[in-house]
Structure formats: structure tokens, C-alpha cells
């Protein structure tokens, strides 16, 4: 991650001059318009061959499209401080990433491209842990956070957490997207404080992580991997979990009454870091998807489980802290034994497309906000 900001800093100057004074090699899609100046269009493709442009618009806002033309997905016109990956012969990696992480530390916007291995911020992402830290108990939230001027490393966020129980941190090439954590399943976990943006209601939402499991014995009963959820009374839950039950990966949803989703996705014990994801549509029958990835890096190879999560309407809104690696109701408890990285949470229903490149990045992960560029 380090190497890949690096990289990114030095070659921004280089890149906001492509912005404005080199077209790109690739057209213009037809059904776009807007433009104040062609020449100013920056076209790139995806990983999966999806072209994205941006496109500088008269008011000096700029618009990023994707998808097929004319464009399905509209990301309207919105002054980004982003990182676009132009595809070209001078970035091998046909990756893109556009970041959009808001105002930048010094109020303005901007737009930063480069060549990059890490890939785009889906949209609606509410709360992300890298787990990056090395020492310490302060585990970053790093989408909501804010930028501590003048040292833009010293950032804080509403939703930040804690460790606990004095997880190993697992840096270098033990961790995964950069450092990740390693959770005893004695009393390790995180915990980060209750937030309206981490209560869903009745909301779609999307929770995604890495894990990695080196024993079987580790996988028995329920492990949790990130759960916030509250026992209001006898019957009443309110809340979301995502878990593994002897290593199928699950997702209970509690709006009053609750449902467990058991899926036949099992992660294996075989140390190898694992993509979990859940998403959740929460009006369609077919709404509800949980994803694992096998293999490594270069060939992952991903299986879902579709679920119906209907018959649990009411709001999963409470008042209990958010949990990496332990349940919620009490605790801590039901604690994860393994290694995890990069936990993010959105506020909608992310879709395959979506999660395929959070995949393929494999170690090279999202793009982190540049607040956080070092
Ligand atoms: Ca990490
Ligand atoms: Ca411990």
C-alpha cells in the first residue's frame, strides 16, 4: 500500500497535466456530452474491460461515467478528489481507480490520477478498517475520517475503534492488504462505537473483509466476523451479524424477530487469506448474496449463495457498538480465531461487478483515501 501511494504522489503532477492537456486514446463514448474541451476527456478501462472517462465539464466540475454507452451508471456531476488510473502503455496495471473521498485536507477538490494497482471506492462505503496499524489500540476508520491538519497522517472519524485483548499484528508479507490483524479467539476483537451510519434500518447494506483460518479446530461453532446488533428484549432483536458457523459463511439479520442465513460456503482452514462478503437487497427475495473467494492472488476463483431476506422487514437500527470478531448482544464472545483485514461496510447492495475487483486487487486492495498517502 505504501509503495503504491508513493507511487501515486510522485506521479501526480505528471498525471493532472495528462487531465488537461492529453486526450486519451480511447473515444469518447456517444451519449455523452457536457464536455467543455474533448481534449480534457480521460478514458480508461477496467479490469473488466469497462470503460470509465471523466469528463471536465464547463462548470470545472468534473463527471466520471462508466459502464456501457450510453452510460448505466451515471455518477452525475460531482467535483471528486479521486485517483483515475489511465490505461495506457506507461501503466501496465489496466486497473482504475477513481476516488472520490470528498473535500481534500486543504478545502478544495481535486482530482488525482495515476497509475495504480489498487482499485475504485465503491459507492456508499460507511465505515472502513484497514487494520493497518502496526502498535497501538486505535484501530482508523478511514472513509468518515477527517484529516488532521497540518499532518494529514493524524486523522480522526466519529467511527474509529479499539483493539482489544492484544491482537498480533501481521506486517509485511504476513498481512494482506497491507498490515492486517490476528485475533487469538481468547479476548481479541474490535470495537468501535454505535453511529447512525452503521445502522442500517431497513436500508440495503454490504459488509466485506478478508480472512484467513489456519486450523480446522478454529472454524467449530460461530465465529464472528462483524456484528452490531442488540437483545432489546425476550424476543426483540435489532441488528446485523455476519459470521461463520463451523466455517460457513452466514448472516443473521434480527429487525424485531431474526433469521439466520447459513449459507454452504465454507472457509477453508488452509491459511489462505479468504474474501468474505455479504449484500443485502433487503426487498427482493433473491436479495441477499454471500461471497467467498478461493485460491490466490492472480486466480481467485469466487462462490456465492443467494438467500431471501424478506421475511425480516423491520429496522435493524441499536444502540450497541460495532464488532470486529465478537459478538455484540454481550461479551465479548464467539470470538474470531484467524487473521482479518480490511472491513468495510456500505450503506447499499453492492453488486457482483462491484465486488469482483475488490477481489482481483487481491493485496493491492481499494485505494486508500489520500489522507491517508504517505
Ligand atoms: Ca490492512
Ligand atoms: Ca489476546
Known amino acids: 500500500m505504501k509503495t503504491n501511494n508513493n507511487r501515486m504522489r510522485n506521479l501526480l503532477l505528471t498525471a493532472l497535466f495528462i487531465v488537461t492537456a492529453s486526450a486519451s486514446s480511447f473515444a469518447v463514448p456517444s451519449g455523452v456530452s457536457g464536455l467543455?474541451?474533448?481534449?480534457?476527456?480521460?478514458?480508461?478501462?477496467?479490469?473488466?474491460?469497462?470503460?470509465?472517462?471523466?469528463?471536465?465539464?464547463?462548470?470545472?466540475?468534473?463527471?466520471?461515467?462508466?459502464?456501457?454507452?450510453?452510460?448505466?451508471?451515471?455518477?452525475?456531476?460531482?467535483?471528486?478528489?479521486?485517483?483515475?488510473?489511465?490505461?495506457?502503455?506507461?501503466?501496465?496495471q489496466n486497473s482504475i481507480a477513481v476516488d472520490r473521498d470528498g473535500p481534500d485536507g486543504l478545502g478544495g477538490f481535486w482530482l488525482d490520477v495515476s497509475c495504480k494497482d489498487c482499485v475504485a471506492t465503491p459507492l456508499g462505503m460507511v465505515a472502513w478498517y484497514p487494520l493497518d496499524e502496526t502498535a497501538g489500540t486505535k484501530a482508523h476508520e478511514v472513509i468518515q475520517a477527517t484529516s488532521g491538519f497540518p499532518n494529514p497522517q493524524n486523522t480522526t472519524s466519529p467511527l474509529d475503534g479499539s483493539y482489544f485483548g492484544s491482537p498480533v499484528r501481521l506486517t509485511g508479507s504476513y498481512g494482506y492488504v497491507g498490515?492486517?490483524?490476528?485475533?487469538?479467539?481468547?479476548?481479541?476483537?474490535?470495537?468501535?462505537?454505535?453511529?447512525?451510519?452503521?445502522?442500517?434500518?431497513?436500508?440495503?447494506?454490504?459488509?466485506?473483509?478478508?480472512?484467513?483460518?489456519?486450523?480446522?479446530?478454529?472454524?467449530?461453532?460461530?465465529?464472528?466476523?462483524?456484528?452490531?446488533r442488540e437483545q432489546i428484549s425476550n424476543l426483540n432483536y435489532r441488528g446485523y451479524s455476519l459470521f461463520l458457523y463451523n466455517g460457513k459463511v452466514s448472516l443473521q439479520l434480527a429487525g424485531g424477530g431474526y433469521a439466520n442465513?447459513?449459507?454452504?460456503?465454507?472457509?477453508p482452514a488452509d491459511g489462505l487469506w479468504h474474501f468474505v462478503a455479504v449484500t443485502v437487497s433487503r426487498n427482493s427475495t433473491t436479495g441477499g448474496k454471500l461471497y467467498l473467494s478461493q485460491g490466490i492472488q492472480g486466480s481467485f476463483t469466487v462462490q456465492t449463495a443467494s438467500f431471501n431476506p424478506t421475511n425480516i422487514m423491520g429496522s435493524l437500527d441499536n444502540t450497541r457498538p460495532l464488532r470486529i470478531g465478537s459478538i455484540?448482544?454481550?461479551?465479548?464472545?464467539?470470538?474470531?480465531?484467524?487473521?482479518i483485514d480490511e472491513v468495510q461496510l456500505f450503506n447499499r447492495s453492492l453488486a457482483d461487478w462491484e465486488i469482483k475487483p475488490i477481489i482481483e486487487a487481491g493485496r493491492y486492495g481499494i485505494c486508500k483515501p489520500c489522507a491517508m498517502c504517505q
Request: charge should be negative; aromatic fraction near 10%; proline fraction near 7%.
Open 179 to 228: 498490515t492486517a490483524a490476528l485475533f487469538d479467539g481468547i479476548n481479541d476483537y474490535v470495537e468501535a462505537p454505535s453511529h447512525p451510519s452503521l445502522n442500517f434500518g431497513t436500508g440495503d447494506f454490504s459488509i466485506d473483509g478478508w480472512v484467513k483460518i489456519d486450523n480446522p479446530n478454529d472454524l467449530t461453532g460461530v465465529r464472528v466476523l462483524v456484528e452490531k
Open 261 to 267: 442465513y447459513v449459507s454452504s460456503l465454507v472457509v
Open 328 to 339: 455484540t448482544l454481550s461479551g465479548p464472545g464467539s470470538l474470531l480465531k484467524g487473521g
Open 36 to 92: 467543455s474541451n474533448p481534449g480534457s476527456t480521460v478514458c480508461a478501462k477496467d479490469v473488466n474491460g469497462s470503460l470509465w472517462c471523466g469528463l471536465t465539464k464547463s462548470d470545472g466540475t468534473f463527471n466520471v461515467y462508466t459502464g456501457t454507452v450510453p452510460p448505466t451508471t451515471n455518477w452525475g456531476a460531482f467535483p471528486i478528489h479521486g485517483i483515475l488510473t489511465i490505461f495506457n502503455t506507461a501503466c501496465p
